[in-house]
């Protein structure tokens, strides 16, 4: 019963002590302890294990339970402490939290004596500030009235007196009281319901009309649109009443300016109507020139009678402009078909010089408000194109190469006058881009006469392949074009003389460039009549001469040079053209004909050296290499080559130094022409024997000597060759090695030779294999169980490499291409 007891007592004290995990960890923040006790999961076994892992330890369990009994008096001794000291806590709080209630209601009754005595205060100083507060306001209310009464007083008198003056045509006068009496009637608004203040309002209103279309009536006098004679000099009177114009409504001032602007001009349009000779464009210095003399005669005469801040001969100057854009465009439209260039490019140069003239003169601040937008000024421009004024000098400009890449100068600000009167040519200035159609088109002739009467370039050995002087030429001349017409205008225009250098560009590649370049009779991608005569006949495949490998190398540089001046040219012009035409600049077309160009070039040099060496490979697939009974120096052919290459390449180099990544690109497409071949040619070695294929074997050895000696053959300075280049002639001439190691090697065991073919050749296909074995000269009988075994040795290939395996079986590799070929040659020999 009383176990029974013990063990409800210890589940339900368990039942009470398991505490929630955010009190356990709260109290491990409060009380860190690293004692097992003191953890929420404590394992009482695990504990004992602890203490006593093995039987030996037991030998202490007396000491070690009377350490824990320590530890549970010295626990119990503390809690008795704490429960007794929390006996009397209950009471202390109790009393204390009476005696903060008494506190609290104290201090609540001192707060609320305290808002009393302010209430009572407050009070108080009302009562005294109150009458205080009423002779404020009276004050207030008395020099209001007494300064309302003065501006009436003000105001009534004021207008009396602007009345009178009025009828007196007193503008100077006038013009200083009107501007007091708008600023004293201004602080009437609030009254304008009494009858009294807006009959003066009225008056007032009377008054400035009254003005108004007296002053005008005065300039109508003075100035009369009809009347042909001028007074001799400004009048007093007429200062005075631009005076008070500016004080009136704007458009009386509007209405002055345009009168006398119009009155002004009125001889201008007599002078030089349509039907006047002077009124042509070969005449239009005397339109430039009479205004000039008007605003002089303006500045003597009227300098004083208008206001400076009215800009009056400026305002003329713009009109005039605005007249004679629009006089011009209408003469222009009725006499288009008499328009020449010449005569065009004078009088939009007298028009420019004109407009410049009056960006020195004037500020333009008037063009604000005027049907003419700083838009028309050309975009701002790092082009250095900008340092040529578009003079007659520029007929004789440099024609050195650099000339787009002259330093720059800095750029002046922009005109606000800019097409403000040379805007109205644009619409002609087709006439212009048809003249440099038929100039550009001329230029192109000429330099095709030129090419031919002079003939191809000197040999040049020491600076490289010249450039032909004619694109610097060209390029001069498309820089003339450029700055002349984004002169006249950076919209539609210079689209259409872009189209023109495009046009152009194309021809020079084609006439001047592609149509130069020496014609070959044979290629490595066809064959002629002819060819097949001479090889029938054993003579040796014709070779470019010095002077045509001089000639490619030129063409090449001069492509270089047109290529990257095109680019240049096409970043020039969407400097110059407006932003919105920017997309409508493309020359990729045009680069990419002259990339055409150097492609061609490089290809011809390779197909030259490349059918030079031909004739050596023949002759070392004719050789009968069963019967070479030792091992010498290298052959003839290899002679041969080498002889080519060094009769070639120097020449190619020293022309190509200028353009050099191109002469890396002419020994890259060699290596990748020649080494196939000579594989190709090497499989046709058969049969041989093995003293045979150590001769080839340093052969092939000594000609991967010279091509990785190629870039620097006949060089008195030795470069290292580029690694692309070395990396294509150490892979193709290491695959000729292993080749002929294959064929050195014994064949049998079979399954020896079989591994050693698959380690020397990481490409190994049967296709080779079976070349490898007619080259040893196996029968197909011993062939067949070779290629058998190959077939079951080969690692199989990797997920997806089926399918590319097929393509590759339809896509004829070039051994099989050029099998095609010898085959199409000795059938058409035959028929012949």
Same mark, same amino acid.
């Given at each position: 019963?009383?176990?029974?007891?013990?063990?409800?007592?210890?589940?339900?004290?368990?039942?009470?002590?398991?505490?929630?995990?955010?009190?356990?960890?709260?109290?491990?923040?409060?009380?860190?302890?690293?004692?097992?006790?003191?953890?929420?999961?404590?394992?009482?076994?695990?504990?004992?294990?602890?203490?006593?892992?093995?039987?030996?330890?037991?030998?202490?369990?007396?000491?070690?339970?009377?350490?824990?009994?320590?530890?549970?008096?010295?626990?119990?001794?503390?809690?008795?402490?704490?429960?007794?000291?929390?006996?009397?806590?209950?009471?202390?709080?109790?009393?204390?939290?009476?005696?903060?209630?008494?506190?609290?209601?104290?201090?609540?009754?001192?707060?609320?004596?305290?808002?009393?005595?302010?209430?009572?205060?407050?009070?108080?100083?009302?009562?005294?500030?109150?009458?205080?507060?009423?002779?404020?306001?009276?004050?207030?209310?008395?020099?209001?009235?007494?300064?309302?009464?003065?501006?009436?007083?003000?105001?009534?008198?004021?207008?009396?007196?602007?009345?009178?003056?009025?009828?007196?045509?007193?503008?100077?006068?006038?013009?200083?009281?009107?501007?007091?009496?708008?600023?004293?009637?201004?602080?009437?608004?609030?009254?304008?319901?009494?009858?009294?203040?807006?009959?003066?309002?009225?008056?007032?209103?009377?008054?400035?009309?009254?003005?108004?279309?007296?002053?005008?009536?005065?300039?109508?006098?003075?100035?009369?649109?009809?009347?042909?004679?001028?007074?001799?000099?400004?009048?007093?009177?007429?200062?005075?009443?631009?005076?008070?114009?500016?004080?009136?409504?704007?458009?009386?001032?509007?209405?002055?300016?345009?009168?006398?602007?119009?009155?002004?001009?009125?001889?201008?349009?007599?002078?030089?109507?349509?039907?006047?000779?002077?009124?042509?464009?070969?005449?239009?210095?005397?339109?430039?020139?009479?205004?000039?003399?008007?605003?002089?005669?303006?500045?003597?005469?009227?300098?004083?009678?208008?206001?400076?801040?009215?800009?009056?001969?400026?305002?003329?100057?713009?009109?005039?402009?605005?007249?004679?854009?629009?006089?011009?465009?209408?003469?222009?439209?009725?006499?288009?078909?008499?328009?020449?260039?010449?005569?065009?490019?004078?009088?939009?140069?007298?028009?420019?010089?004109?407009?410049?003239?009056?960006?020195?003169?004037?500020?333009?601040?008037?063009?604000?408000?005027?049907?003419?937008?700083?838009?028309?000024?050309?975009?701002?421009?790092?082009?250095?194109?900008?340092?040529?004024?578009?003079?007659?000098?520029?007929?004789?400009?440099?024609?050195?190469?650099?000339?787009?890449?002259?330093?720059?100068?800095?750029?002046?600000?922009?005109?606000?006058?800019?097409?403000?009167?040379?805007?109205?040519?644009?619409?002609?200035?087709?006439?212009?881009?048809?003249?440099?159609?038929?100039?550009?088109?001329?230029?192109?002739?000429?330099?095709?006469?030129?090419?031919?009467?002079?003939?191809?370039?000197?040999?040049?050995?020491?600076?490289?392949?010249?450039?032909?002087?004619?694109?610097?030429?060209?390029?001069?001349?498309?820089?003339?074009?450029?700055?002349? #017409? $984004?002169? =006249? /205008? +950076?919209? %539609?225009?210079?689209? !259409?003389? *872009?189209?023109?250098?495009?046009?152009? @560009?194309? &021809?020079?590649?084609?006439?001047?460039?592609?149509?130069?370049?020496?014609?070959?009779?044979?290629?490595?991608?066809?064959?002629?009549?002819?060819?097949?005569?001479?090889?029938?006949?054993?003579?040796?495949?014709?070779?470019?001469?010095?002077?045509?490998?001089?000639?490619? #190398? $030129?063409? =090449? /540089? +001069?492509? %270089?040079?047109?290529? !990257?001046? *095109?680019?240049?040219?096409?970043?020039? @012009?969407? &400097?110059?053209?407006?932003?919105?035409?920017?997309?409508?600049?493309?020359?990729?077309?045009?680069?990419?004909?002259?990339?055409?160009?150097?492609?061609?070039?490089?290809?011809?040099?390779?197909?030259?050296?490349?059918?030079?060496?031909?004739?050596?490979?023949?002759?070392?697939?004719?050789?009968?290499?069963?019967?070479?009974?030792?091992?010498?120096?290298?052959?003839?052919?290899?002679?041969?080559?080498?002889?080519?290459?060094?009769?070639?390449?120097?020449?190619?180099?020293?022309?190509?130094?200028?353009?050099?990544?191109?002469?890396?690109?002419?020994?890259?497409?060699?290596?990748?022409?020649?080494?196939?071949?000579?594989?190709?040619?090497?499989?046709?070695?058969?049969?041989?024997?093995?003293?045979?294929?150590?001769?080839?074997?340093?052969?092939?050895?000594?000609?991967?000597?010279?091509?990785?000696?190629?870039?620097?053959?006949?060089?008195?300075?030795?470069?290292?060759?580029?690694?692309?280049?070395?990396?294509?002639?150490?892979?193709?001439?290491?695959?000729?090695?292993?080749?002929?190691?294959?064929?050195?090697?014994?064949?049998?065991?079979?399954?020896?030779?079989?591994?050693?073919?698959?380690?020397?050749?990481?490409?190994?296909?049967?296709?080779?294999?079976?070349?490898?074995?007619?080259?040893?000269?196996?029968?197909?009988?011993?062939?067949?169980?070779?290629?058998?075994?190959?077939?079951?040795?080969?690692?199989?290939?990797?997920?997806?490499?089926?399918?590319?395996?097929?393509?590759?079986?339809?896509?004829?590799?070039?051994?099989?291409?050029?099998?095609?070929?010898?085959?199409?040659?000795?059938?058409?020999?035959?028929?012949?």
């Amino acid at each position: 019963m009383m176990e029974e007891e013990e063990l409800e007592f210890v589940e339900e004290l368990e039942a009470v002590l398991q505490l929630t995990p955010e009190v356990q960890l709260a109290i491990e923040q409060v009380f860190p302890s690293q004692d097992p006790l003191d953890r929420a999961d404590f394992n009482a076994v695990e504990y004992i294990n602890t203490l006593f892992p093995t039987e030996q330890s037991l030998a202490n369990i007396d000491e070690v339970v009377n350490k824990i009994r320590l530890k549970i008096r010295r626990l119990d001794d503390n809690i008795r402490t704490v429960v007794r000291g929390q006996t009397n806590v209950g009471q202390d709080g109790r009393q204390a939290l009476e005696e903060a209630q008494k506190a609290i209601q104290q201090l609540f009754g001192k707060i609320k004596d305290i808002k009393d005595k302010a209430e009572k205060s407050e009070q108080m100083v009302k009562e005294i500030t109150r009458d205080i507060k009423q002779l404020d306001h009276a004050k207030r209310h008395l020099t209001t009235s007494i300064t309302t009464l003065n501006h009436l007083h003000m105001l009534a008198g004021g207008v009396d007196s602007l009345e009178a003056m009025t009828r007196r045509r007193q503008y100077g006068e006038v013009a200083n009281l009107l501007q007091g009496v708008m600023n004293v009637l201004e602080h009437f608004h609030k009254y304008m319901g009494i009858p009294q203040i807006r009959q003066l309002s009225e008056r007032v209103k009377a008054a400035q009309t009254e003005l108004g279309q007296q002053i005008l009536a005065d300039f109508e006098e003075a100035f009369p649109s009809q009347g042909t004679k001028r007074p001799g000099g400004p009048s007093n009177v007429l200062r005075d009443a631009c005076l008070v114009a500016n004080i009136l409504d704007p458009r009386i001032k509007q209405e002055i300016i345009k009168k006398f602007i119009k009155q002004h001009l009125s001889e201008y349009l007599v002078l030089f109507q349509e039907n006047q000779d002077v009124a042509w464009l070969d005449k239009i210095d005397r339109r430039y020139a009479w205004i000039k003399r008007q605003l002089v005669d303006y500045e003597e005469k009227y300098g004083r009678m208008f206001p400076r801040e009215w800009c009056m001969a400026e305002r003329i100057a713009v009109e005039f402009c605005h007249v004679t854009r629009t006089e011009l465009a209408k003469i222009m439209r009725t006499r288009a078909k008499e328009i020449e260039v010449k005569l065009l490019l004078f009088a939009i140069q007298r028009t420019t010089n004109f407009e410049g003239f009056l960006a020195k003169r004037f500020s333009g601040c008037t063009l604000t408000d005027g049907t003419l937008k700083k838009l028309e000024s050309p975009p701002p421009s790092t082009n250095p194109f900008l340092e040529d004024e578009p003079t007659p000098e520029m007929e004789e400009l440099a024609t050195e190469k650099g000339d787009l890449d002259q330093p720059k100068k800095p750029k002046a600000p922009d005109n606000p006058f800019h097409g403000i009167v040379s805007k109205c040519f644009e619409p002609h200035l087709y006439v212009y881009i048809e003249s440099q159609d038929k100039n550009l088109g001329e230029l192109i002739d000429r330099f095709v006469a030129d090419f031919k009467a002079q003939g191809p370039p000197k040999p040049n050995t020491d600076e490289g392949g010249a450039v032909l002087p004619s694109c610097a030429d060209l390029f001069v001349y498309y820089k003339k074009c450029m700055v002349q #017409c $984004s002169q =006249l /205008s +950076t919209g %539609e225009p210079m689209i !259409a003389l *872009t189209t023109i250098f495009q046009k152009y @560009l194309r &021809e020079y590649a084609w006439k001047i460039l592609s149509g130069n370049l020496p014609k070959t009779t044979t290629s490595s991608g066809g064959l002629t009549i002819s060819s097949l005569l001479k090889e029938k006949e054993g003579s040796e495949v014709a070779k470019f001469t010095l002077e045509e490998l001089c000639l490619i #190398c $030129s063409i =090449l /540089s +001069t492509a %270089e040079y047109c290529l !990257a001046t *095109t680019q240049q040219l096409e970043e020039k @012009l969407k &400097e110059k053209v407006d932003v919105s035409l920017i997309e409508r600049i493309n020359l990729t077309g045009e680069m990419d004909t002259f990339s055409t160009v150097i492609s061609s070039s490089i290809q011809l040099l390779v197909q030259d050296l490349d059918a030079a060496c031909d004739p050596a490979l023949t002759a070392m697939s004719k050789m009968q290499w069963q019967n070479v009974e030792h091992v010498g120096d290298q052959s003839p052919y290899v002679t041969s080559v080498i002889l080519h290459i060094k009769q070639n390449v120097p020449i190619i180099r020293d022309n190509l130094a200028s353009t050099r990544k191109y002469f890396t690109q002419f020994c890259i497409k060699f290596a990748n022409s020649f080494i196939p071949k000579f594989i190709t040619h090497l499989f046709k070695c058969k049969p041989i024997s093995m003293v045979g294929a150590e001769q080839l074997l340093l052969d092939t050895h000594s000609l991967k000597m010279v091509l990785l000696d190629l870039p620097s053959i006949g060089s008195q300075v030795v470069r290292k060759a580029p690694a692309s280049y070395t990396k294509i002639v150490v892979k193709g001439m290491t695959r000729a090695e292993m080749i002929l190691k294959v064929v050195m090697a014994p064949h049998e065991p079979l399954v020896v030779f079989v591994d050693n073919y698959i380690k020397l050749l990481t490409d190994c296909n049967t296709e080779t294999f079976q070349k490898i074995l007619d080259m040893k000269g196996l029968k197909r009988s011993e062939q067949s169980s070779m290629l058998e075994l190959l077939r079951q040795r080969l690692p199989a290939p990797p997920s997806g490499a089926e399918s590319s395996g097929s393509l590759s079986l339809m896509a004829p590799t070039p051994e099989q291409e050029s099998s095609r070929i010898r085959k199409l040659e000795k059938l058409i020999k035959k028929r012949l």
